[in-house]
């Protein structure tokens, strides 16, 4: 008979109203006493547990709760403290100064975790620094949820492999050495742990889903090292996000027990436990439910599941738990949420996920009988919920049908397109634009809260935002770019304002989850088909359009970005939710088109990001999202130009996708990236429309003309100047205007004078 527990892998830090960043803010801001906020932090941190234990769940984690990062806790855990915050006497400080920068020193930086949209510090590696253990974290945790709530907890704690793995600051052969300095550093960490009398510690490896074979042969020594010094503490080594290719090597490793994702692992990890087996003498964590989407689960197909697993395998223990930390999904459903029922009832957060994990462990120790009302109950939640979903937008299906590859192409080859809107756009060689956005000033912010909260009329606030369109339309012309930009005063964010104007989409109120340190978003879900109701853009775009003589760009977020930022339904591959999305912004291109706009940017900042983490997967993604990008835009005439743009640099490993998107021109993000990519451009030239970001938008620096005209000098060396644009790296809406002004200026003098000299040249 196996012996079956309910686990959690981590919890969501930032409390049910956000009470973990107000705490936070009010600190930095010195608006709270050190005393207070600890205090604070600490309720806040007995609360999660709190809320973990009322779900039932047997194996409840600390020490996933931290002040800011789970990454930063173990660098500064191990004294991984860069030379420059080592002039900080107190820890907390130093702690905050790593993660937010100060005046003498710049922060960490900061880097998306693995394929999600969290973003944590990453951990700098010195040569010849002295690593050591300087707390004990997990411990001082497991010690506070003992006091105060009586209970037995299992810490956490980021393994070495992935620690490594995500820091920066050496080179592959030092690997090694960096390797033997932290094993004593683990050892110890553990050795307390374990005196403490610790029964189980969770080390996170997810970086083992990437690793290759060699790798996790390196990773397995690591792990003979460390259980050698501590034989008496049972170790779970937890993997999530994706399978472990190496899996015989993997449950070989000297642990307690193994954790597998078996959600996001495109089936692989059931099917390598059913070829290979597994151990007999260890627990198998098994992540069944999803710990990143937001929906309940089908929770009779998941019981099944689960039950046939363990009558397979008729192992000792299994722990029943998500996928993955809850950290990615909101805390949980808020009293005051106002949703259609139908949608509300088919949302599971962080502590309805829990609940229902004690549910399924119910029914598999009961019998799937003991259970049947609550099944029964969810799945009439979920058949409601599609049914709510899907009667909005009965059209597509249809559509869907009749699309054929015809509409995912545009019909005239690009060298032919090009010609004929040179000569219909009329503009010079070398053309300056910028990305979409201008400065998002306070002004423009209060006066859309003003809206929002109905202070304002809906006359009053789109007056305001002409003015500040008029007025921005006028400073275009006056610097003298080329093509012009309504400027998005708008929208307050490039998925938001796209979302609430779509069938499908739905805004919660209270559904946050923390993005980086205090930072949180409420991502939209997306529920049911998406549906094109009304034109999104085209009364801003020709608004401004009728100001000039000079071409608006219409500007538009690309299907794949507004997808890889939602929260989307799971009863639908990602492909056709984006071929919905898509489908759905063909629609307002075409509308633009009608209304004479005859430039439109379509803009795909998040492509890149929803990259999958294996290699292998990739070529699958990228051909599905470059084909979504297509039935966005390519059922336009030839004179009109599509753009696109994307927020990155060293696009190399992706360039094949750009190509496939067929964009006639595509502006990124360049001024940082040291001329890495015009070497790359140099063997593999690219021949489309491009523009590369002269001048880095996220600092209120004003880069002076040279500096600018040198970047397009150099890149006039590897790319046809016939289609070069000058551009900024980004948006500038973060900017303050007069620097915004002063930085574009000396832009357009800088292709002045660039156009000078290749009209010198020829
Ligand atoms: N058009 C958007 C802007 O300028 C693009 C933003 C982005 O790339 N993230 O703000
Ligand atoms: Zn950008």
Redesign the pocket.
């Known amino acids: 008979m196996t012996n079956v527990k309910t686990s959690s892998l981590g919890f969501p830090r930032i409390g049910l109203n956000r009470e973990w960043k107000k705490s936070l803010e009010a600190y930095w801001k010195g608006n709270k006493e050190r005393e207070t906020f600890l205090n604070e932090m600490d309720k806040q941190f007995v609360a999660a547990l709190k809320t973990q234990v009322d779900q039932q769940i047997d194996i409840v984690p600390v020490s996933d709760f931290t002040f800011y990062d789970h990454v930063l806790d173990a660098a500064v855990m191990f004294n991984w403290i860069p030379e420059r915050f080592k002039h900080i006497n107190d820890p907390l400080d130093t702690y905050f100064a790593m993660a937010r920068g100060t005046k003498e020193a710049v922060s960490c930086e900061m880097t998306k975790w693995f394929n999600t949209n969290y973003h944590y510090i990453v951990p700098e590696y010195e040569k010849n620094a002295q690593y050591r253990l300087t707390k004990n974290k997990p411990l001082e945790d497991y010690r506070r949820a003992k006091e105060a709530l009586g209970i037995e907890t299992k810490p956490v704690i980021l393994g070495l492999y992935t620690f490594v793995a995500l820091a920066k600051g050496y080179e592959k052969q030092d690997i090694k050495g960096i390797y033997e300095s932290l094993i004593p550093l683990y050892i110890q960490l553990l050795k307390e742990l374990e005196e403490e009398g610790v029964k189980w510690v969770q080390i996170d490896e997810p970086a083992l889903v990437t690793a290759s074979p060699g790798e996790v042969a390196a990773a397995k020594d690591i792990y003979q090292a460390i259980t050698a010094e501590v034989s008496g503490l049972n170790i779970l080594l937890q993997t999530y996000f994706d399978s472990v290719d190496a899996y015989e090597e993997l449950i070989s490793f000297p642990v307690e027990g193994i954790g597998l994702d078996f959600v996001h692992d495109k089936g692989k990890n059931l099917e390598q436990v059913k070829a290979h087996g597994f151990p007999k003498d260890k627990v198998l964590a098994a992540g069944i439910l999803d710990g990143r989407n937001i929906w309940k689960a089908n929770l009779g197909e998941r019981l099944d599941w689960i039950t046939e697993l363990i009558g397979e395998l008729g192992v000792r223990e299994v722990w029943i738990q998500p996928s993955n930390s809850l950290l990615h999904v909101p805390v949980a459903k808020h009293p005051d949420e106002q949703l259609a029922g139908d949608l509300l009832n088919g949302l599971s957060f962080a502590k309805e996920k829990l609940s229902e994990l004690s549910l399924l462990k119910e029914g598999l120790v009961s019998g799937k009988a003991a259970v049947k009302e609550q099944i029964d109950a969810a799945n009439g939640h979920l058949e409601a919920l599609k049914q709510f979903g899907t009667a909005a937008n009965t059209a597509f299906a249809e559509e869907r049908n009749r699309l054929t590859e015809e509409d995912f192409k545009r019909v005239t080859p690009f060298e032919e397109r090009l010609r004929i809107q040179n000569e219909s756009l009329g503009l010079p060689i070398l053309p300056t634009t910028t990305?979409?956005?201008f400065p998002q000033t306070a002004e423009v912010r209060s006066a859309r809260q003003k809206w929002r909260k109905k202070e304002w009329s809906d006359e009053q606030y789109e007056s305001f935002i002409k003015t500040e369109t008029k007025k921005w339309i006028d400073i275009q012309e006056e610097i003298g770019l080329d093509v012009l930009v309504h400027g998005?005063f708008e929208r307050t964010d490039?998925v938001e304002y796209f979302g609430e104007k779509l069938g499908g989409f739905a805004f919660t109120k209270y559904a946050w989850v923390q993005s980086y340190g205090s930072r949180c978003v409420r991502p939209p879900v997306i529920y049911g088909d998406v549906e094109f109701k009304e034109p999104m853009t085209v009364k801003e775009t020709v608004y401004a359009q009728s100001l000039t003589s000079k071409h608006v760009k219409g500007?538009l977020t690309g299907p794949v970005t507004i997808l890889n930022w939602s929260f989307a339904r799971y009863d639908l591959p990602r492909k056709e939710i984006a071929f919905q999305i898509a489908h759905a912004l063909r629609k307002e291109v075409e509308a633009l088109e009608k209304a004479g706009i005859q430039i439109i940017q379509v803009?795909e900042?998040a492509l890149r990001e929803g990259l999958p983490l294996k290699e292998r997967d990739w070529d699958e993604y990228l051909s599905w999202a470059a084909e979504a990008f297509r039935l966005s835009t390519s059922s336009v005439k030839d004179t009109t130009q599509i753009h696109t743009?994307m927020?990155y640099s060293n696009f190399e490993d992706i360039v094949d996708t750009i190509e496939d998107l067929d964009a006639d021109v595509i502006t990124i993000e360049h001024s940082r990236s040291h001329g890495g990519f015009l070497d790359y451009l140099a063997k593999h030239p690219y021949l489309k429309g491009l523009g590369l970001g002269v001048y880095d938008i996220h600092s209120p620096r004003v880069p002076p003309t040279e500096e600018m005209l040198s970047i397009i000098q150099d890149a006039l060396n590897v790319c046809p100047a016939d289609r070069f644009w000058v551009n900024p790296d980004?948006?500038l809406?973060t900017r303050q205007p007069e620097e915004t002004i002063a930085a574009l200026k000396n832009m357009v003098e800088a292709a002045k004078q660039a156009r000078d000299q290749l009209a010198q040249t020829v």
């Open positions: 990305i979409g956005s998005e490039m500007m803009d900042p743009h927020c980004c948006g809406k």
